[in-house]
């Protein structure tokens, strides 16, 4: 990935702090069980009637009443947890924030411009619709399945596409086509020595003499960093 991208992020209140971009992907299998099947089918009538997901767009679930209606819930969330702690990030899990996502499909993009302080750790937990998560600069494609786990940077573009494709082509996410994605995820603060250490991570990059963004960004030789939602290459700002 290009040295040039910097993320800021605020640290401590309204400060920024500058801090490299990780190519690292941390990823693997958990056991977790199948959800039941009155908790999928309610996932797909939110999806369908309530959520107005676009194709490509990942938006959030409810995950209080999920949890009402899984029993098996925190022995995924305690799955997630043992992996991390194999990964050298123990007990990171625990004081995260955690929700529920679904996506139908996801275009190439990064989280950096609001997520800029986090690392995201996902769980996947629907079954293989023959669909992979792509990190285009670190080469990495993850299928995805249930019990998928990865951690990333949230300033790294990624995307979610069918398995064999080359970019995201809406074509692949017709209505019709079963390729709704429910995912849970964590927002691990980059500040946790365990996690900048895990994805080698280095703080204050930034030249001191050079022109600083006013607020949280993702920053390219000095632009904002923009993502092609079809390749997941880098855009020109000019």
């Not at 996502?101 to 629907?126: E, I, P, Q, V, W």
């Not at 670190?138 to 949230?154: E, H, K, M, N, S």
Request: proline residues 6%; aromatic residues 8%; charged residues 25%.
């Amino acid at each position: 990935m290009n040295q040039a991208l910097i993320s800021f992020f605020h640290s401590g209140g309204d400060r920024l702090r500058s801090r490299s971009v990780s190519e690292v992907v941390l990823t693997g299998m958990v056991d977790v069980p199948m959800p039941p099947a009155r908790l999928l089918a309610d996932w797909d009538r939110e999806i369908s009637s309530q959520l107005a997901l676009e194709l490509g767009e990942v938006e959030p679930l409810p995950l209080a009443r999920a949890r009402a209606r899984w029993p098996d819930y925190r022995l995924c969330v305690q799955a997630a947890s043992d992996w991390a702690r194999a990964q050298s990030l123990p007990g990171v899990l625990a004081s995260s924030d955690i929700a529920l996502m679904a996506c139908r499909g996801a275009k190439y993009h990064h989280d950096g411009t609001r997520y800029g302080f986090a690392a995201f750790c996902n769980l996947f937990m629907s079954e293989d619709k023959g669909l992979d998560l792509h990190f285009p600069f670190a080469d990495r494609r993850i299928p995805l399945r249930r019990g998928t786990v990865a951690i990333f940077d949230t300033g790294q573009p990624h995307a979610v596409i069918r398995r064999g494709s080359s970019g995201f082509d809406a074509a692949d996410f017709a209505e019709g086509t079963d390729c709704n994605l429910v995912f849970l995820t964590w927002e691990l603060p980059i500040e946790d020595a365990s996690v900048a250490k895990a994805l080698r991570i280095e703080f204050d990059v930034a030249a001191q003499n050079a022109a600083q963004p006013d607020e949280e960004s993702l920053m390219l030789g000095g632009k904002p960093a923009v993502v092609h939602p079809a390749s997941g290459q880098w855009m020109s700002n000019d």
